[in-house]
């Protein structure tokens, strides 16, 4: 293990801006026979493949891949239409044994696999950039810095579900995994140098190996301007007319917010309208798109209206972890002694080994230890701990020994 940066640095010269794929652009693959073509293609290639999806944020509700993208040795690039071609599992079954390459997998994993395209083995290009501690860990930024090429992000949020999607927009996407392999075996070189590639590829297993997380409770209260609202009654409108606007964004597959803006939301909540007309006067509900379901959110407020005290939403969601940590002062003067602790200790950790805190332990699990931390706070129990709460092998051996000192200095006082 070394504690110094990575002592390769940028490509030399001026960063080289690319605008076309070195083979051409390839035609979109949507039809049953380009499919199994590209499945041949693919099988017959060497070495990783990349792999990129695009979706449609902000424009749709679901969150499916509408494009995606591959290239491999030998193989060339393939620019997939999921919609045409919605079932890639003879893909997966030719690919089984190849590494994945993807920038942020996290984003793109989900929507692969309800295609049936999922990787065995993978490397994360940006979180072996933030193993690496770079500054910015975008793909242009890594690509640009240790490439020396640009690449041009002007289409990164538009929308996927168009049909047919513009040449310009096909361009930029075979150019997301134009260099992705190339860009891989320079960071695993870095991870290399640095001592880090065993870290990266215990994080890289976790990836693969990671379920979706359970449906969020109550996502209603993550409604934007939420802090605004004052008592049960108005988070009950809240709730009903967030709850309303989901339902229908769902059906038509539409985001929500191109629907009924947040601020619609919480301004009605605010005022709590008693008439039709009232709520059609309000500023956010004015527009064409609020307007066309007026009938809708006066129906989900006329619900929250007649709703009986006792079936008002609570001021904040149940939860089974630690209060907000800004509490801990008032409620329990030792956790927040030793969730200090435990912070500057693992801020000390990160520094010497070049990471992200948050990347050697997540904040969550840190403030669950200092809250409820093992009656003994040996190294092996907190170690337990952290296991418990997903921590890998490597971000154990960094931290348990220094977070069980931690704990220790501040246990509560048995009296």
């Known amino acids: ?40 293609a693919f099988a017959a290639g060497h070495g990783p493949v990349a792999v990129d999806a695009e979706r449609a944020s902000g424009y749709r509700y679901s969150h499916r891949a509408y494009l995606v993208q591959l290239r491999r040795a030998g193989s060339g690039t393939a620019l997939i239409d999921p919609v045409r071609c919605p079932d890639l599992r003879e893909l997966d079954a030719a690919l089984a044994d190849t590494e994945w390459v993807l920038h942020a997998a996290n984003q793109d994993l989900p929507c692969l696999a309800e295609l049936g395209f999922r990787p065995r083995a993978l490397f994360d290009t940006e979180l072996a950039g933030r193993l690496l501690s770079y500054p910015k860990v975008g793909l242009g930024a890594l690509v640009e810095e240790l490439l020396g090429f640009t690449l041009e992000k002007g289409h990164s949020a538009v929308d996927w579900s168009t049909r047919p999607l513009p040449e310009p927009w096909l361009v930029y996407a075979a ?7 190339e860009l891989r075996d320079v960071l695993a070189d870095a991870l290399d140098a640095a001592g880090k590639r065993k870290w990266a590829a215990q994080e890289f297993a976790a990836l693969v190996g990671h379920e979706p997380r359970e449906t969020r409770r109550e996502p209603w209260r993550r409604t934007s301007g939420i802090h605004r609202i004052r008592n049960r009654r108005e988070l009950a409108y809240v ?19 191109r629907v009924l803006s947040d601020l619609a939301i919480i301004t009605a909540a605010s005022t709590k309208p008693t008439s039709r007309a009232q709520l059609a006067a309000l500023g956010p509900f004015e527009n064409r798109a609020a307007r066309r379901d007026l009938d809708l959110w006066w129906a989900a407020v006329r619900r929250a209206r007649e709703l009986a005290d006792e079936e008002l939403p609570e001021h904040t969601m149940p939860y089974d972890g630690p209060p907000p940590a800004r509490a801990w002062a008032d409620r329990d003067p030792s956790a927040a002694a030793r969730l200090a602790a435990c912070r500057t200790s693992l801020h000390a950790i990160a520094d010497r080994f070049l990471l992200p805190v948050e990347n050697l332990l997540t904040p969550d699990s840190v403030r669950r ?20 709460r997903g921590a890998r092998d490597w971000q154990v051996e960094l931290t348990a020994a220094a977070l069980a000192e931690a704990l220790a200095a501040h246990l509560p006082d048995p009296a």
């Open 239 to 257: 709730r009903s007319l967030w709850t309303a606007r989901d339902e229908a964004a769902r059906r038509r597959d539409i985001s929500p917010g």
């Open 175 to 181: 150019l997301d995994v134009e260099l992705l392999v």
């Open 369 to 388: 230890l200092a809250w409820d931390p093992p009656a003994d706070p040996t190294p092996e129990a907190v170690a337990k701990a952290l296991r418990e």
């Open 1 to 40: 293990m070394t504690d110094q940066a990575p002592s390769f640095g940028p490509a030399k010269g001026a960063p080289v801006l690319l605008l076309k794929p070195h083979d051409g652009l390839p035609p979109v693959i949507d039809s049953p026979e380009s499919l199994a073509a590209t499945v041949e």
